[in-house]
C-alpha cells in the first residue's frame, strides 16, 4: 500500500532551500501550477490536483504525529479521465480549492515541494514515499529527519495543517 511521511514547513528562503536540493543531485522535475479541489467525504480528504505536471484524483488520510504527517492513500489515479472524476465527484460539496506555484524534485523515492501560496508566503515539503510497503516506516521517517536538517528547518517553522485549513 502507498505510504507516505511528511514533514510540512514554512520557508523563509526558497532559493536556498532549492540550492541545496540541487548541490546534493536531486532531480527538479520543474514548476507546476497546480489547483487542488477539495470534495466532501466521510473520512479523510478527497482531492483532485489540476497541474501542468501533476494531475491526480486522490483520497487519503493523514495521522499527525510530532510535526510528521503519515498518509494512508486510499485511492491514486494518475491523469483521471473528466469521466472518472465525474463519477467519484459529482454529487459531491466542493469545499475549498488552493491555488499553488510548486517546484517539484526528487532524490530517490523522497519528493520535495517547494510551494508558494499567493497571500500565504513560500513553504516546503519532504514527502518520503513507500509505493509497495517495502521501505517502511521507520526509514521514511529517518529519511525526513535527515532531509530536515541538511534544509536546516527549524522545527518552529513546522506546520501541521494542509494548506486548505491555512
Not at 498518509?71 to 472524476?85: A, D, G, Q, R
Not at 535527515?146 to 494542509?162: G, R, T, V
Amino acid at each position: 500500500m502507498y505510504t507516505d511521511i511528511t514533514i510540512k514547513a514554512h520557508c523563509t528562503d526558497p532559493s536556498v532551500a532549492a540550492n541545496i536540493l540541487l548541490q546534493h543531485k536531486a532531480e527538479y522535475v520543474g514548476l507546476d501550477v497546480q489547483t487542488d479541489t477539495f470534495y466532501e467525504t466521510e473520512t479523510g480528504k478527497l482531492k483532485h490536483r489540476q497541474g501542468n505536471i501533476e494531475n491526480v484524483l486522490m483520497h487519503y488520510r493523514r495521522e499527525i504525529s510530532g510535526g510528521v504527517q503519515k498518509t494512508e492513500v486510499l485511492l491514486y489515479l494518475k491523469n483521471p479521465s473528466p469521466t472518472t472524476v465525474a463519477q467519484i465527484c459529482d454529487g459531491k460539496q466542493t469545499l475549498a480549492q488552493v491555488k499553488k506555484f510548486r517546484k517539484i524534485f526528487f532524490i530517490d523515492n523522497v519528493k520535495f515541494h517547494i510551494d508558494h501560496l499567493e497571500g500565504a508566503g513560500h513553504f516546503i515539503e519532504i514527502e518520503a514515499i513507500d509505493l509497495e510497503g517495502s521501505l517502511g516506516m521507520d526509514v521514511l521517517r529517518q529519511q525526513c529527519g535527515y532531509y530536515k536538517e541538511l534544509l536546516q528547518i527549524a522545527d518552529e517553522d513546522l506546520i501541521n495543517d494542509s494548506y486548505v485549513d491555512l
